[in-house]
């Protein structure tokens, strides 16, 4: 008998809890299908940037070699206005990856005036940095090994 109450209880606990997940999602979602709709933005979008990476990349383990292509385009056309640990003209960039996805960070390298004018994280770094980022003149390949080193120097 005890241990049928136990088992109902457990039971109950495990439903409980699924539910109180399901409905967090539900409202998170619906909370992002809104502030989606009111930026004029589509959900991949809001998740993923704006401009021309407009679906998810294959993105597999961290590839040095790309990393130091991307180290050395960083030299050259970024670090005028970005460190890795301070902020500077523009944030600090070492741990971009936890706070953005690949597709975002690409997007806000290859397009990053209508990210600022468009995306809402955009718009908030814009109003703190009171700075606009411009276009490097970066191709896609670039890009993508800008964002490999990005990934190996927030791996550390
Ligand atoms: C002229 C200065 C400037 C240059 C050059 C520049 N940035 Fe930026 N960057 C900024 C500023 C300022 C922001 C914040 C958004 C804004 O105000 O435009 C930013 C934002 C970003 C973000 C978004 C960070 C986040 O938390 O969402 C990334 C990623 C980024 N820059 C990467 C780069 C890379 C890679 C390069 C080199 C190709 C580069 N930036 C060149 C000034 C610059």
């Given at each position: 008998m005890h241990k049928y109450i136990i088992y109902i209880v457990f039971?109950?606990?495990?439903?409980?809890?699924?539910?109180?997940?399901?409905?967090?999602?539900?409202?998170?979602s619906s909370a992002n299908e809104k502030l989606a709709e009111k930026f004029g933005l589509t959900l991949f979008?809001?998740?993923?940037?704006?401009?021309?990476?407009?679906?998810?990349?294959?993105?597999?383990?961290?590839?040095?070699?790309?990393?130091e292509q991307g180290r050395k385009l960083f030299d050259e056309k970024?670090?005028?206005?970005?460190?890795?640990?301070?902020?500077y003209t523009g944030p600090a960039l070492r741990g971009v990856t936890e706070r953005r996805t690949p597709e975002y960070i690409?997007?806000?390298?290859?397009?990053?005036?209508?990210?600022?004018?468009?995306?809402?994280?955009?718009?908030?770094?814009?109003?703190?940095?009171?700075?606009?980022?411009?276009?490097?003149?970066?191709?896609?390949?670039?890009?993508?090994?800008?964002l490999e080193f990005l990934r190996m120097e927030s791996s550390h």
């Open positions: 039971t109950l606990i495990a439903l409980t809890s699924c539910n109180n997940n399901d409905s967090e999602t539900n409202s998170n979008e809001l998740e993923n940037g704006v401009g021309p990476i407009k679906s998810k990349l294959q993105i597999g383990e961290i590839n040095n070699s790309l990393a970024c670090a005028q206005c970005h460190k890795l640990d301070e902020r690409m997007n806000m390298i290859l397009n990053p005036e209508e990210m600022t004018k468009r995306h809402p994280e955009a718009k908030k770094l814009l109003a703190i940095h009171a700075n606009q980022m411009t276009f490097q003149n970066v191709t896609q390949e670039n890009a993508r090994a800008l």
